[in-house]
């Protein structure tokens, strides 16, 4: 930008718009799990950083410190980018300005003279369960004028250096308007509705046609700049989706410990932004999709990622992975494990979308290369190189503490250490260099010494049955010892429909056990196995499961990264269990690929679990038909109440307390008797009683 502006005539639309990376206001967001929850930012004042690893900064909230119950709290959030675009110099950038202006299409008497001012904020420090929250926007103006002014939302990504009239975001909706302007008097506009918590927001300001111009201070100005400022009240208990008080991201981030969730490329949130009911997935799901490929056994899929309508923006792949990071920080994860490799199906080509999506939301969460490779002796590291090196140098990527990039191949095993020596010298010849992370088919601790001086650490992968979850403890021991990292996975369930096979995960007990395994064991990093591949395994907020794994995830996330068991300050209740027993018929005229086996472990359990995080004591009940059992619960904490499926019947789950009963909760899978086609997927859903 110019320090002498040129000056230019009456504008008749003033645009201010405030962006941090992510498209226009959203409505309040309702959980810490919840799909839209916006990104963490940096940490606030006196919080500690991110390590070496995570680098990146952003400006932290400055204002009273946090509030005591019932006490308001306000923070002010300067502006982290601001520009202004010409619309009679559309090719330029006006980036470094100490002023931004504004006017309409009559601007300087003529038409097509409009200007529109562009500022980025990132909100930080609002802590989970903040009440009466409310943002206001404040600008310094640089002359008196007597108009009135329009804030309104904004979509899409900008930057301040490159942003022009040809690149810049769109407008929305009315939030708040202001009238009359002094010069050099600060004024405040109510953007409460579209700020509730952390995270991007982004306004637009509009002024109407036939009304002089005004400027406004940029950030270049210091404190004259843009700046909001937010308030909120804490409570002893407010109502809040997660049954206890998450730690702001940026404390998450802070720690040592590390969780990331390893990424299938073939299932994104869309593979074709279509509508939903005739979408790809549609196909998967339906026996008679894929051209009847897998009408025998009821379909490719029995799950998918939780829904939403088409985009109409051309870089819809980038917005759909913008909204996965932030479900995975919202999980407390500091990044994703990306499968990589190019391919002529377009799922595997998205790589770099995933970068800047993830440099857009929150440029501390980084994507760790987990890059796909021959396995056939003596083959050629060439094509692997080649991909790898199509991302180098994004400020995405994982990096460690020395600077090298992390690479952690799936079941690395495939090629002996002096394969990969060899592809590692071939990149650090190309100017990149790397560690590896060991992720084996399966590591319980023993062997595999012959990789220990060539890995930065070991990891394994079949987390899928309660029974092998307690020698991730060993493991984690045994890399210790040997001075290694250990990353401990942490699964849910394996239920593969193409091969009709699964295995017992017993309700929630897998993924409980895991994380037990990654605490007790003192693990280093953790790994979600996986986010999404829908085909197996997957953790993701999704259509049979909604939010159930994610509220579950963020409570042993908290307790890894802090080393202490959060406390339960809501009661909430989950539910865990299949839709029919394993054992209960099906047409086999249809399903004619035969039924679903058990490869390995212990056989099917027909049972309903409901999770409940409880505050205090009580008693839990699970109703199915006439079968009514209960359980006393004597304190505080999480419990699991298990009972036998009864067919016919739809379970209710309650909490009681006091002869109150303090939440009900009816589950979305009715328990079939007889089915067309097994689901051997398990269900789940529920919450606090704000969840609804």
């Known amino acids: 930008m110019f320090p002498q502006p040129r000056r230019v005539g009456i504008f008749t639309l003033l645009t201010l718009v405030v962006s941090v990376g992510t498209t226009g206001a959203t409505a309040p967001l309702s959980a810490a799990a919840r799909e839209a929850a916006s990104p963490p930012p940096a940490p606030v004042a006196g919080q500690a950083t991110a390590s070496p690893a995570f680098s990146g900064t952003s400006p932290a909230l400055s204002g009273t410190s946090p509030a005591s119950s019932g006490t308001p709290t306000k923070v002010v959030v300067p502006a982290l980018d601001d520009v202004f675009v010409s619309q009679a110099e559309p090719a330029k950038s006006f980036g470094a300005a100490t002023w931004m202006s504004v006017c309409g299409a009559t601007c300087g008497s003529s038409a097509g003279g409009r200007r529109v001012a562009l500022a980025r904020f990132r909100v930080s420090g609002i802590p989970a369960g903040a009440g009466n929250v409310t943002a206001t926007l404040e600008l310094t103006p640089t002359r008196t004028a007597a108009t009135t002014l329009s804030a309104r939302e904004v979509s899409g990504a900008w930057t301040e250096t490159a942003t022009t009239w040809r690149t810049r975001p769109r407008i929305g909706k009315v939030l708040a308007k202001h009238t009359g302007f002094t010069a050099g008097r600060p004024v405040r506009l109510d953007v409460s509705p579209a700020i509730s918590r952390d995270g991007a927001y982004s306004f637009a300001l509009t002024q109407p046609d036939g009304t002089p111009t005004v400027l406004y201070s940029s950030r270049q100005r210091g404190d004259r700049g843009p700046k909001l400022t937010i308030t909120y009240t804490t409570g002893a208990t407010p109502c809040a989706t997660l049954p206890f008080d998450k730690p702001p991201a940026a404390a998450l981030r802070a720690s040592a410990k590390k969780a990331f969730a390893f990424y299938f490329p073939p299932f994104p949130v869309s593979v074709d932004n279509k509508d939903p009911a005739d979408d790809q997935y549609a196909s998967w799901l339906d026996p008679a999709g894929s051209s009847g490929l897998y009408r025998g056994r009821g379909g490719y899929l029995r799950d998918r990622p939780l829904t939403r309508s088409v985009r109409p923006e051309a870089h819809w792949r980038r917005l759909d992975f913008e909204r996965e990071v932030r479900q995975a920080i919202a999980q407390g994860l500091d990044g994703f494990i990306y499968e990589h490799h190019t391919s002529s199906d377009q799922r595997w080509n998205q790589l770099p979308q995933l970068l800047d999506a993830a440099e857009a939301v929150d440029p501390q969460f980084r994507i760790v290369l987990s890059p796909d490779f021959p396995a056939a002796a003596g083959a050629s590291h060439t094509k692997m190189i080649s991909d790898i090196l199509l991302v180098k140098g994004h400020p995405s990527l994982f990096t460690l503490p020395d600077g090298s990039v992390l690479l952690a191949p799936y079941t690395i095993e495939r090629q002996p250490p002096s394969w990969w020596r060899a592809a590692q010298a071939a990149l650090a010849a190309r100017g990149m260099r790397t560690s590896l992370m060991s992720i084996f088919s399966y590591w319980d601790g023993r062997g595999r010494t012959e990789w220990d001086k060539y890995v930065y650490g070991h990891s394994s992968w079949g987390a899928n049955r309660p029974g092998v979850t307690g020698s991730f403890v060993k493991a984690a021991r045994a890399a210790h010892k040997r001075k290694l990292t250990y990353m401990a996975p942490i699964g849910f369930e394996d239920t593969r429909v193409k091969d009709l096979h699964y295995w017992e995960a017993r309700n929630s007990s897998t993924l409980r056990g895991s994380w037990r395994s990654a605490i007790e064991g003192d693990a280093d990093w953790v790994q979600l196995v996986t986010w999404n591949d829908y085909g197996a395994s997957h953790q993701a907020p999704s259509m049979a499961r909604g939010h159930a794994l994610a509220d579950v995830n963020a409570y042993y996330t908290t307790w890894f990264k802090t080393g202490e068991a959060p406390r339960i300050v809501r009661d909430a209740l989950y539910y865990f269990h299949r839709g029919h027993r394993a054992g209960a018929p099906y047409d086999a005229g249809k399903q004619t ?55 016919g019947t739809t379970p209710v789950f309650e909490l009681r307390r006091g002869g109150d009963t303090v939440q009900t909760l009816r589950s979305s899978t009715p328990i079939r008797a007889g089915v067309t086609y097994q689901d051997m997927l398990y269900h789940a859903g529920g919450g606090t009683a704000c969840s609804a």
């Open 593 to 647: 690929a035969g039924e679903f086996t058990i490869p390995a472990g212990p056989g099917p359990v027909d049972q309903v679990e409901l999770l409940a995080f409880v505050k205090g004591p009580g008693k839990l009940v699970i109703t199915q038909g006439s079968d009514v059992r209960s359980k006393r619960v004597r304190a505080a904490g999480v419990v699991s109440f298990k009972v036998a499926m009864v067919p």
